[in-house]
């Protein structure tokens, strides 16, 4: 196929979407369709869809005062088949305004698909879109090949690289650890926490009603969401960080004692009403993105810091090959944006290791412990599959192709085609 791939990785809070080839998605929505209230619970026929009144992205948001409003995953994993083909479908024709028909499509899953999603993923694409080809990545595994390009020179070339190293995946709905050895998760290695962008979002919400910030209760989801992801930060240690929230100074005019100098006014327009908000932020700037490393703060039952459980999944796996996901530990996803998240994950990690060592007796054989930024790292699973289609020669081979559908069915997608670049 001559034409670039279409790339689709479906999160559970955004979509990002556009063609193989480029660094950024062209379009990233939210993953949320506005139906009709009359119609949403009918079975529309998909010829219809086109008049069918919904929406999706933020124009869902924007209508959700006279639609059903939903999010179409949920904790990364599709479960409504209607909403998602509907939502496949805008994307496409007028978000994208392709026609599948033309482009190779490729579609991201998180590490723990079912077979029979990806078999229903197939027949969605190749009978209802007639894509000529479809290729669904481990967005884990995009995510490595994303870190591995964006930190290869453009002329080197990548085919000979290792893609072995340590994926932390964070996004709106969950976060995913998986160790990946010469491109393969080690399945049974796979962990994920509860704990990601949205439970981040809510305490900083939570924090600002305690306060009774003055934020309308319609706005508050949006408005949290914003401060959170301009000013929250990871702190190297959380008693010295309140302490300095703690200090008041003196103001040398008036001779009174305020607040520190680290509470924030904050004033923004909110996206969802329009209006103008005003509020303080004060410790929630450090406290939220601390539920990765103390979850008990917003899950009673949940006790596994995201340090543990990268420190778990490295040790489970195979004696010859820990060294090395240690020290290639890749960020991918919203939640790793984070000021300082890679320093303090790092931190923390290599004080676990350390400690082991140490108990041990061989403190000298401690090994490095690297987590590594890059520049793609929000969008990096939909950058590696951008890379992956965008490797004409090396995709051919590992695309289903509509011929290969027609003659096996839907169980092509069954299972996960080798991975190798
Ligand atoms: N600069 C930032 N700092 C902190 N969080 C951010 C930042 N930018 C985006 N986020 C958060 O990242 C999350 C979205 O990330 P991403 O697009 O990777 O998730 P997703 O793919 O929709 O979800 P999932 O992978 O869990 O299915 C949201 O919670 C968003 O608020
Ligand atoms: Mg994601």
Redesign the pocket.
């Known amino acids: 196929m001559d034409t670039p791939a279409i790339v689709i ?1 479906n ?4 979509t ?1 979407m556009g063609f193989s080839g480029n660094i950024d998605p062209s379009i990233m929505i939210p ?1 949320t369709i506005a139906e009709s209230m009359e119609t949403s619970d009918l079975i529309v026929s998909k010829v219809q869809f086109n008049d069918y009144d919904y929406f999706i992205g933020e124009e869902a948001l924007k209508n959700s005062s006279t639609h059903k409003l939903t999010y179409v ?1 949920n904790g ?1 994993m599709i479960e409504n088949w209607e909403q998602m083909e509907k939502y496949w479908h805008k994307s496409i024709f007028e978000y994208l305004r392709a026609d599948p028909e033309e482009h190779y499509m490729v579609l991201t899953e ?1 590490p723990m698909n079912t077979p029979e999603n990806r078999e229903q993923m197939a027949e969605i694409m190749f009978e209802t879109f007639g894509v000529p080809g479809l290729f669904i990545g481990v ?1 884990a595994v995009l995510a490595l090949y994303a870190g591995v390009y964006a930190s290869v020179d453009k002329s080197e070339n990548i085919q000979g690289k290792d893609l072995t190293g340590t994926v932390v ?1 964070s ?4 976060t995913h650890v998986i160790p990946i050895v010469h491109g393969y998760p080690i399945s049974n290695n796979i962990k994920h926490i509860p704990i ?3 439970d ?2 809510k305490f900083v919400s939570d924090s600002l009603k305690t306060r009774k910030e003055k934020i309308p209760a319609s706005d508050l989801r949006e408005v949290s ?1 914003i401060i ?3 000013n ?1 930060y990871c702190a190297p240690d959380i008693l010295k960080e309140h302490k300095k929230y703690d200090e008041k100074i003196k103001d040398p005019e008036t001779g009174k004692w305020k607040q520190s100098k680290k509470f924030k006014k904050v004033s923004m327009t909110s996206p969802y009403s329009g209006k103008r908000i005003k509020c303080d932020l004060g410790y929630e700037a450090f406290m939220a993105p601390e539920v990765f490393f103390h979850p008990e703060f917003v899950n009673a039952d949940y006790r596994e810091s995201l340090d543990e459980i990268v420190d778990m999944a490295i040790v489970k796996s195979p004696l010859d090959n820990r060294l090395d996901l240690y020290k290639n530990i890749v960020l991918s ?3 790793t ?2 000021k300082n998240f890679d320093k303090r994950l790092e931190q923390e990690v290599r004080r676990r290791v350390k400690g082991r060592y140490e108990a041990l007796g061989i403190p000298e054989n401690t090994p490095e412990v690297k987590v590594s930024q890059n520049v793609v790292q ?1 969008a990096a ?1 939909w950058f590696g599959g951008s890379m992956l289609a965008d490797n004409k020669e090396n995709f051919a081979g590992i695309v289903s192709t509509k011929e290969q559908y027609e003659e096996v069915g839907p169980s092509i997608a069954r299972h996960n085609p080798v991975f190798s670049i």
């Not at 996004?171 to 969950?174: A, K, L, R």
């Open positions: 990785d999160g559970t809070g955004f990002k993953s995953l990364g998180p967005q995946d996004g709106d709905g969950v990601a962008g949205r981040i979002t969401r959170k992801e301009s929250c996803g919203g939640s944006l984070f929000q699973v």
